[in-house]
């Protein structure tokens, strides 16, 4: 089965650091871009950072900026997002998904993960 | 970056209903339109890709169209497992990608 599974959420302090992963099974991961997708409480899907195949684009959300890193590790089918300076806006579920992509047509998110829940609360 | 606005944000429908909502880019976005559900406590799930081509595995009554700035996703007859919360998402060739704010469809 192709699936993608996070862990490491949890509650810490504001102004602290998490270290979130996933890990990819089922397919070829290293020939596919990865993204993050976080919801807040009772809201909607925000999209956070995407990472290139080889790891050498990244893009990330404005709000996030300076603040998170995505990363990956190929030999490992694993997928990290380095979660730096938290603030209470960051609370939600945070979710990894495969981004399959046809060129010069479209890209989308499958499968996705259950999700970690990261609560940023003093 | 490009803005995603969906509406409407929710719709009380019954089941056997025509179900519609749209989604409109702040700038043309080509074919590059995506369709998600989410139920509660659950993680979305892939319906429509490149506007209107349907995910293995879906339903035929799920459909997707548009292209540029509007895009219209569409339940042909609304059945009980279908009330749940939709998403368009963009992917279109920018740095940044974004959601629409969803659509909740519940029951009437």
């Known amino acids: 089965d192709v699936q993608v599974v996070e862990s490491g959420g949890g509650l810490v302090q504001p102004g602290g650091s998490l270290r979130l992963s996933c890990v990819a099974s089922g397919f070829m991961y290293s020939t596919h871009w990865m993204t993050w997708v976080r919801q807040a409480p009772g809201k909607g899907l925000e999209w956070v950072a995407r990472?290139?195949?080889?790891?050498?684009?990244?893009y990330y959300v404005d709000s996030v900026k300076g603040r998170f890193i995505i990363s990956r590790d190929n030999a490992k089918n694993s997928l990290y997002l380095q979660m730096n300076s938290l603030r209470a806006e960051d609370t939600g579920i945070y979710y990894c998904?495969?981004?399959?992509?046809?060129?010069?047509?479209?890209?989308?998110?499958?499968?996705w993960g259950q999700g970690t829940l990261v609560t940023v609360s003093s | 970056d490009i803005q995603m606005t969906q509406s409407p944000s929710s719709l009380s429908a019954s089941v056997g209903d025509r179900v519609t909502i749209t989604c409109r880019a702040s700038q043309s976005i080509s074919g590059y339109l995506n369709w998600y559900q989410q139920k509660p406590g659950k993680a979305p799930k892939l319906l429509i890709y490149?506007?209107?081509s349907l995910q293995t595995g879906v339903p035929s009554r799920f459909s997707g169209s548009g292209s540029g700035t509007d895009f219209t996703f569409t339940i042909s007859s609304l059945k009980p497992e279908d009330f749940a919360t939709y998403y368009c998402?963009?992917?279109?060739?920018?740095?940044?990608?974004?959601f629409g704010q969803g659509t909740k469809v519940e029951i009437k």
């Open positions: 490149a506007a209107s």
């Open positions: 990472i290139k195949h080889d790891g050498s684009e990244k």
């Open positions: 998904a495969r981004v399959i992509t046809m060129i010069g047509i479209c890209s989308w998110l499958d499968p």
């Open positions: 998402q963009h992917s279109y060739t920018t740095p940044t990608w974004t």
